[in-house]
């Protein structure tokens, strides 16, 4: 049974940090490409970022470069997502997918419909 697991959110106020995570369970994540979407009330789903956990190389949406990192530990079956400088309009519900074949194009993460395995999600909460 695959199982992803998030946590890590919670309340902080604008200018603040989270480091969320996302531990696997079931399988052996270290090879595939995972990822971190967000949705914010009564709005769609969106990317966040991805990494190729074989490379290491990783993809950002573009609304936040420079403030949020994916990293990866195969040791620990854990992906984590850091974020600074958040933001109100960041508050959303934060989850971690995982594809459990590799991609040729990194960007290709962008869309959802290309992960087999969600979890159930973390929320964040910005104040201003």
């Known amino acids: 049974q695959v199982q992803l697991v998030e946590s890590g959110g919670g309340l902080v106020q604008a200018g603040g940090s989270l480091r969320l995570s996302c531990t696997t369970s079931g399988r052996t994540f270290s090879n595939y490409p995972m990822g971190w979407f967000r949705q914010a009330p009564g709005k769609e789903r969106e990317f966040v970022a991805a990494i190729s956990r074989s490379g290491g190389s990783t993809y950002y949406a573009d609304f936040v470069k420079g403030r949020f990192t994916i990293s990866g530990d195969n040791a620990k079956n854990t992906v984590y997502l850091q974020m600074n400088f958040l933001k109100p309009e960041d508050t959303a519900i934060y989850y971690c997918?995982?594809?459990?074949?590799?991609?040729?194009?990194?960007?290709?993460?962008?869309?959802?419909?290309?992960?087999?395995?969600w979890g159930q999600g973390t929320q964040v909460t910005v104040s201003s």
């Open positions: 997918a995982v594809r459990f074949s590799t991609i040729p194009l990194l960007n290709m993460l962008r869309d959802g419909a290309r992960y087999d395995s």
